[in-house]
């Protein structure tokens, strides 16, 4: 007996709901979007007749919408939440991605929708995997820095209905997710409330502990962007069904992009695997663009750890900016006096136009960048005067032409069907079935005299039947069984939109009710449970207690610990990135105690870097 094909989905981040309807439009099978409160991008939010408006759109094509409700409660908060869900499961969505175990607390009292462990609940080990699983979660949302053999452990450990999500693309945290404190401690923003000041994309200069500077000032802390878009079998192999890209904070055109890139691999993936794995979702997207994710924002690219523990010298933090430099696209020939402005002169290695961005790095290490405002053979006009000089390498990070093709694409998303035309069973009875995946149908009939024709008239009835308008539906293949009978195009015109508006209705009626999660198996935490653990209410503090865990600590947003704290624990080393590292043969030029990190903004940030070179991790302390 052959096994069901197993279901992957592409899950796109959504600012609003007009970029989620253009992320499902260009191909993906979910979407995850903020909703008014509780959100772990405060600056995402949006309201219930927005998500609404999504879902209807979303499950035309069988695709699914995850709500983010995903900070840690404070105790006024959870009545508020509560009504949230409610609201939510009422505009139809499919899933709530949550962190705190108060939502499990309390699944009783919420209505039967599902829910994922964020990637803010940390789920670095098999063990916390297995927790959450047996605790009700139906999906979990790995760590970015798990390798594809630690997935697999996490797939053979947690039972079989549980799905695994993981990250292929976008901004990487330097800190495992929901274990960073160090915004909250320097200013009070707090990545598990939703306000991460990004602490490690500052500027910092390294030192000793005496103050000494070791290094230049740099982004010591600010990773590369991911990018797995050549690793999705191995991960699906590895038991990974949901591929989440990064980017509630992104704009339109940047979803867009890297949605259709990431589909069309999907597509390619599902294509070569035999019938082993299918997408999620209906129809297919066809994209009035070619997708290309180097001319989107990214901080240069990195597989992380995706195949382990990389080889000393593998580079994966953008030390030079956080910003985008973009590609490489001209060498500075000749440049006049920055004070006066003028033409520069180029030797392009692409295509230049009027609008484009264009970077530089000045003497000091840094980005600067300036606009095109017109192109003219070798020579180009920069709106405003820029220091270049002779020599410079120019890079774009904004590609006029490329983001107007975005913008003006037309792009269509559509599901292919058969449509069936044949005599019924009643006498002059015309039977019109539209035949969609999965067995999804829509059928019509009606009652009309049949007329012989004196021409052909199956083109005609085909141009009349492949109108299948503004629905999502296209036409694959018409089976036309009528011969030379004679039918008006009115007639045809009627029964097909009627067929259409069943079929539509078997779409909506198809839609699987999310199941209520239900606790399967022992759920065992750490003994003892700091503040690292983000508990932040009574109902969380329950879950775990009940589960036998003691909770000494509470989250740093309800009480602070004195003295030096941890506040990022990480994969990441930077001796490691210096080329350091004290477990291989390397050239020593750091001093092997302590090193510290200092922030060159203004504020009296300093922190202490601990490195545990057993399990191969970064610690970042406060100093004080």
Known sequence: MSKEPVKLELLAPARTAEVAIEAIRHGADAVYIGGPAFGARAAAGNSIEDIRKVVEYAHSYHARVYVTVNTILYPDEIED???????????????????????????????????????????????????????????????????????????????????????????????????????????????????????????????????????????????????????????????????????????????????????????????????????????????????????????????????????????????????WAGRAVARVLSAPDPRKGGSVEVEAFDTLNNGDGLTFTRSDGSFEGFRLNRVEGCRIFPASPVALKPGMTLFRNVDKAFMDSLERNATRRTIPVDITLQRGEKKDEITLTILAPEGLQGKASMTCEYQQARTEQEAARRRVLEKLGDSEFELHELHDTLGDSFVAASLLSDLRRRAVSELQKAYANALPEPAKPSPGGDSSFDAELDYHANVSNPLARKFYEDHGSSVNEEAVERHRPSGPMRVMTTRYCLRRELGECLRENCRRRLPDGPLYLRSTEGTSVRYRLKFDCNTCQMEVWTTE
């Open 81 to 323: 939440a509560k009504a949230l869900v409610h609201k939510l499961y009422e505009a139809g969505v499919d899933a709530l991605i949550v962190q705190d175990m108060a939502f499990i607390e309390m699944r009783d009292q919420l209505p039967p929708i599902a829910l994922h462990a964020s990637t803010q609940c940390d789920i670095r080990t098999p063990e916390k995997a297995v927790a959450l699983a047996n605790a009700g979660f139906e999906q979990l949302v790995l760590p970015r820095e798990l390798s594809l053999e630690e997935t697999r452990i996490v797939r053979s450990a947690v039972p079989p209905k549980v799905e695994l999500e993981a990250f292929v693309h976008g901004a990487l945290c330097v800190s495992y997710s929901g274990d960073c404190q160090a915004g909250f401690i320097a200013n009070g923003r707090s990545a598990n409330r939703g306000e991460c000041p990004q602490m490690c994309r500052l500027p910092y200069s390294l030192t000793d502990a005496r103050g000494n500077e070791l290094a230049p000032a740099a982004h010591y802390l600010s990773l590369k962007d991911l990018k797995r878009i050549d690793s999705l079998r191995e991960m699906a192999d590895a038991g990974v069904t949901s591929f989440k890209i990064e980017g509630r904070l992104k704009d339109e055109s940047y979803v867009k992009n890297v949605v259709a890139a990431y589909s069309a691999a999907m597509d390619r993936l599902v294509a070569e695997s035999r019938g082993k794995y299918v997408r999620r979702s209906h129809g297919h997207s066809s994209p009035g663009f070619k997708p290309d994710i180097d001319r989107t924002f990214n901080r240069g690219y990195t597989p992380y750890f995706l195949n382990g523990r990389p080889s000393n010298g593998f580079r994966m933090a953008s030390m030079a900016s956080p910003k």
